[in-house]
Nanobody, 116 residues
Framework: QVQLVESGGGLVQAGGSLRLSCVAS????????MGWYRQAPGKQRELVAT???????NYADSVKGRFTISRDNARNTVYLQMNELKPEDTAAYYC??????????WGQGTQVTVSS
């Protein structure tokens, strides 16, 4: 069983920065695609960014140029550096570990609130 623990959320003013971290248990981290997703109240969960085991990244258009996803396989950790935060970035952010399309795990989420 894989467990994911996110941290780093909080309250920040518009224009500020936060760095989210997600630590995974187990031994499959290095072969997995990692992703950050977010869900605002009343909205569906949406993809923010992903990074493959080989380091290829993908971003939602809304965060391109502001957010950076990275991973440290030695620490079983994926990061999301968020700069130039906007009020519309306010959401619960979730970490996802994907081994295959049908074998994946979610973290419990961390809240990010951006004040205007």
């Amino acid at each position: 069983q894989v467990q994911l623990v996110e941290s780093g959320g909080g309250l920040v003013q518009a224009g500020g920065s936060l760095r989210l971290s997600c630590v995974a248990s187990g031994s499959i981290f290095s072969i997995s695609t990692m992703g950050w997703y977010r869900q605002a109240p009343g909205k569906q969960r949406e993809l923010v960014a992903t990074i493959t085991s080989g380091g290829s990244t993908n971003y939602a258009d809304s965060v391109k140029g502001r957010f950076t996803i990275s991973r440290d396989n030695a620490r079983n950790t994926v990061y999301l550096q968020m700069n130039e935060l906007k009020p519309e970035d306010t959401a619960a952010y979730y970490c996802k570990l994907s081994v295959t399309s049908v074998r994946y795990y979610w973290g419990q989420g961390t809240q990010v609130t951006v004040s205007s």
